[in-house]
């Protein structure tokens, strides 16, 4: 069973692996500037193409290097985060002897040394796998194969279905246990039924990486990658679309446990779910007749293909922890075929993130005490309180919102909690068995305990102190169930909070994120949950009607811009994104304004005013190549649209662009009162 603890609809900011240079821990209190003149490309007009204009001249001199897909700005901290600050600590820790059995610092030490022991790895082979593929390879009915697949989900190989825990959406007080569609390995619908030649060829590479998995793994299997490509279209078929999923209302159908196994008469959900601890009188379905047709894909589906598929999610769940030549072909198709990335990380820069992905708290506890100052959570939380006191006027001078639905916003608005930095109170990690030659066991022993760690919050309160994310992660949250707003430590630093740059460039970055995130809560998914984070209508019919009407015009125009050829953005998938970065782009521009007020106004720096500099503030955080395949897996399936249009994509509607830059008739990005939309 895969329990997820951030469950949709938790609204973040996508996490982009980006590059950054590297910092020693001697230069580390170096001032770093506000934003580099050597990014401009004044080739390009500021006023045709922002993105060029802006970041032209870094992108030039930023290839991809061969280890990424992605390369920018957004998440200049990730590698630094990771490669020289958790490195630090990890290594000291390593380099230690005698840790106390059990302490965190063992747990630490002894993964990190598992992961790097590819000697061991190596002569292992895939015994690790051994006791699973035997109990597949016994499973003789549909019983037997519930039974298989639901111990199989306690550490996380996808089945057909995943279960999760998480906040009631309409009883936010209390945790419910949901379910939801899964097992897709290509990982979302489009990529079974797209005709496109890209697509097609990603299908054709996955089906000789299948057959080549099979071959390394010593499975007798013929033809393995026809028989899983053939299943996984059929089960895609029948699963809801990622913009389907969006839908909270249509996505929410409360039923008795004993209602949900009803739906599939002939795969025993109890079975599946009492192999994973699970004790629920009710459950959250996703979507009752993806269940019923489920049903009838599984009776109808050889035992023989079932067992097969099932053996595949096992051996691609953990073929990042076995020998190097299925870890290779493993990273081949999905970091090389899928996103373009041409060579793997070195053995320790994957060490340190592995067990950054395994051990995050225990990290984050260690790397909040050195890196994070607390001189920073009191200027994040007054930065905060500037961006809900501009919301509140702009919200009362909306002239598509009656007056009884301000007052219903504004509640919502107050409601708003925050959490910076990292958390008040640290999970306990010592029932963790880590040893420093099992690296396959580690990965076990850390996937059951978090699976434990969600089933025993089924029917209890919600912890509402608890983080979603760990502090070093270079990334910020809306959480709808707890009306709450959530800033790790690891974003709070350059580009994005810049204690040495003048305030426009901090506007643009950090203040921006923050309405980012405040415009979540109002978004077309956010909007439907009232102040107290429960998925109930506060609105008017009229009102709603208006926004929707909004957001439409939104997805339309979204919708028209071509990212790459025959990939145009998806505005409906990207909807919710798209909406909290006008708004936080809004809010941020108004709340810079408020706090100049009084006041002279402030120089040019560098030549450019603070109106234009807080739009510098912007770009630099979104700057980035990527590379195409990248980009069509970042179209196809995340709610993110790409950097450029990020960027380029809310200017036509901002006449504060359009002044602070001086853009005339005729300019690109410049649209007609009647064609701008200003929602919040």
Request: hydrophobic share 35%; net charge neutral; glycine share 6%.
């Amino acid at each position: 069973m895969k329990l997820a603890a951030l469950r949709y609809p938790v609204l973040a900011l996508t996490i982009m692996a980006a590059g950054c240079k590297k910092e020693s821990e001697n230069n580390a209190d170096q001032k770093v500037p506000g934003f580099e003149l050597s990014s401009l490309d004044s080739s390009f007009k500021a006023c045709d193409d922002f993105d060029s204009y802006a970041n032209g001249g870094w992108k030039k001199k930023n290839p991809i290097p061969g280890t990424e897909s992605r390369w920018g700005a957004f998440n200049v901290l990730d590698k630094e985060n990771k490669e020289v600050r958790l490195k630090g600590i990890i290594e000291e820790i390593a380099s230690k002897k005698d840790h106390k059995t059990g302490s965190e610092e063992q747990q630490i030490a002894d993964y990190y040394q598992s992961f790097l022991d590819t000697a061991t790895i190596e002569k292992r082979g895939l015994s690790p796998l051994k006791s699973y593929l035997d109990k597949i390879e016994d499973v003789k009915s549909l019983e037997d194969l519930a039974k298989v697949t639901g111990e199989l989900q306690k550490t996380g190989v996808s089945s057909v279905i995943g279960f999760y825990v998480d906040g009631d959406l309409r009883n936010s007080k209390m945790n419910a246990l949901y379910q939801g569609q899964d097992g897709l390995s290509l990982g979302e619908r489009s990529y079974y039924e797209r005709t496109d030649s890209s697509t097609v060829k990603v299908r054709k590479e996955f089906l000789g990486h299948v057959d080549k998995m099979f071959s390394l793994a010593g499975f007798s299997e013929a033809n393995p990658g026809k028989t899983v490509l053939d299943f996984e279209t059929r089960l895609a078929k029948i699963q809801l679309t990622n913009v389907e999923l969006r839908d909270n209302v249509k996505t929410y159908n409360k039923m008795a446990f004993a209602d949900f196994q009803k739906l599939t008469p002939d795969f025993d959900f109890k079975a599946f779910a009492d192999k994973q601890d699970i004790k629920a009188d009710t459950i959250i379905v996703q979507n009752k007749l993806y269940l019923q047709n489920l049903n009838t894909l599984l009776k109808a589906t050889p035992l023989p293909v079932l067992k097969l598929y099932t053996k595949w999610q096992l051996l691609t769940r953990f073929a990042g922890y076995l020998p190097k030549s299925i870890d290779q072909e493993n990273f081949r198709f999905f970091a090389t075929v899928m996103r373009g990335t041409k060579q793997q990380r070195a053995r320790t820069e994957r060490a340190i993130r592995s067990t950054d992905a395994l051990l995050g708290m225990p990290l984050g506890k260690l790397f909040s005490k050195k890196y994070f100052p607390e001189e920073d959570k009191k200027k994040v939380s007054e930065m905060i309180e500037n961006v809900r006191t501009v919301y509140g006027e702009r919200i009362d001078k909306l002239k598509w919102m009656s007056d009884s639905t301000k007052e219903k916003a504004h509640q919502k608005l107050k409601a708003f909690t925050y959490k910076i930095g990292y958390p008040d109170k640290w999970k306990n990690y010592t029932a963790i068995t880590i040893k420093d030659d099992k690296l396959f066991e580690n990965v076990i022993e850390a996937s059951l305990f978090e699976h434990e760690e969600q089933v025993k919050k089924i029917g209890k309160e919600v912890d509402k102190k608890e983080w979603l994310m760990t502090p070093q992660t270079v990334n910020a949250y809306y959480n709808p169930s707890n009306n709450e707003i959530v800033f790790p430590a690891g974003i709070l630093q350059p580009p994005f909070y810049n204690r040495d740059a003048d305030d426009a460039i901090n506007y643009g970055g950090i203040i921006a994120v923050i309405g980012h995130e405040f415009t979540h809560g109002f978004d077309d998914q956010g909007s439907q949950f009232d102040y107290e984070g429960n998925l109930k209508n506060w609105w008017t019919a009229a009102d709603r009607t208006n926004f929707d009407k909004l957001t439409k015009r939104y997805i339309d125009y979204f919708s028209g811009i071509e990212a790459l050829p025959g990939f145009k953005v998806n505005g409906a998938l990207t909807i919710g994104e798209n909406v909290a970065d006008l708004g936080g782009l809004t809010l941020a521009y108004y709340a810079l304004e408020k706090s100049l007020q009084g006041k002279d106004e402030p120089k040019p720096i560098d030549g450019f005013n603070w109106k234009q500099r807080f739009f510098l503030g912007w770009a630099q955080v979104w700057h980035m190549n990527t590379t195409d395949e990248a980009l069509r897996n970042q179209i196809q399936t995340d709610p993110h649209s790409p950097a450029k249009e990020r960027i380029n994509g809310p200017m036509p509607h901002l006449k504060e662009f359009q002044a602070a830059w001086n853009c005339g008739a005729g300019s690109k990005m410049i649209l007609p009162d009647s064609a701008r939309i200003v929602i919040w």
